[in-house]
């Protein structure tokens, strides 16, 4: 079995300006029609575990901890009345979504990803996002970061390769280099080959030997970057469910169709009812959706 955890926020503010590339105006449902679909792509190929994480609101506990953390402000109106239409249409999709609050999605999907790792019969899982900091979840070849955007599948090498460390040290290079989409930015002075170098030599932050930073009038560096740290660090112990069979996808609900229409893509409604009958056969299923994993990064599986 292969369960894919899906960033829906990510999604959505992708099909959003993708729409925009070639239309003068934003379609009211554009976005959302256009995660239903991709979803129902990958449910053609085969998959049939699927999760989808959510921000509901952009802020998190995080805020609390920095000032400077990304908020919801900026994002433009046509985009922002999208969010919850997602999560709802996703629901009547029959496909299991978190709709985050005090937490981000990308908590959501490093907890999906624990979780799904406890069950022997989870072949891969596969996080589609290209998000830094879910590189922290990736173990071997099984916990794999599916960038869309690039086009490529990173599993552990692939990840060392990009960052120059492994997976469980993504944390304490983020809060070295810092992550201009999160809103924090890292200790001055120090670039990824720097922060690389020193994490390969002394390990996570907290063993770093007193005095690697010069201090600075306002804080000591260290401190700073363990801070950063938290920031970077997701949580991975939100109890989405207790069984990946929960995740299993077995259908829309009645009232798909209408949503459907409300979306103003009523192929949807025809669409998704004959996904029902490709799940009838799980060893096709199988067979189908190994090949997708491969083909959508172009069987660059590193």
């Known amino acids: 079995m292969i369960v894919h955890l899906i960033d829906g926020t990510y999604e959505l503010f992708r099909h959003f300006y993708g729409i925009r590339r070639f239309r003068k105006t934003d379609p009211p449902s554009g976005a959302v029609a256009g995660v239903l679909n991709m979803i129902a792509k990958m449910i053609e190929d085969g998959a049939t575990h699927v999760g989808v994480a959510t921000d509901h609101v952009i802020e998190s506990f995080r805020n609390d901890l920095w000032r400077d953390y990304k908020t919801g402000a900026g994002i433009e109106p046509a985009l922002r009345a999208q969010f919850h239409p997602l999560e709802e249409a996703l629901a009547a999709m029959g496909v299991v979504v978190w709709p985050m609050i005090e937490f981000e999605a990308d908590d959501a999907l490093a907890s999906g990803a624990r979780l799904a790792t406890r069950d022997k019969r989870v072949e891969k899982i596969c996080i589609w996002t290209p998000d830094k900091d879910l590189a922290q979840c990736v173990v071997g070849d099984r916990v794999v970061q599916i960038d869309r955007r690039k086009n490529e599948i990173r599993g552990e090498q692939a990840i060392r390769a990009k960052f ?3 997976p469980e040290f993504i944390p304490d290079y983020l809060a070295l280099v810092g992550d201009a989409a999160d809103g924090y930015p890292g200790i001055a002075g120090v670039g990824p080959k720097t922060a690389a170098s020193l994490i390969n ?22 401190e700073l970057a363990l801070l950063f740290k938290t920031l970077a660090t997701l949580r991975n112990d939100i109890p989405l469910f207790k069984r990946v ?31 029902e009958k490709q799940l009838m056969s799980p060893q096709i299923s199988r067979i189908t959706q190994t090949r997708k994993t491969k083909k959508v990064a172009g069987n660059k599986t590193q």
């Open 164 to 166: 120059g460390v492994a």
């Open 201 to 222: 030599r002394h390990g996570h932050l907290e063993q770093f030997p007193a005095g690697v930073f010069r201090e600075t009038a306002n804080s000591n560096n260290l």
């Open 245 to 275: 069979d929960e995740l299993r996808w077995k259908g829309a609900t009645e009232s798909f169709a209408s949503v459907a229409r409300k979306i103003d893509d009523e192929r949807l409604a025809i669409r998704v009812p004959q996904l």
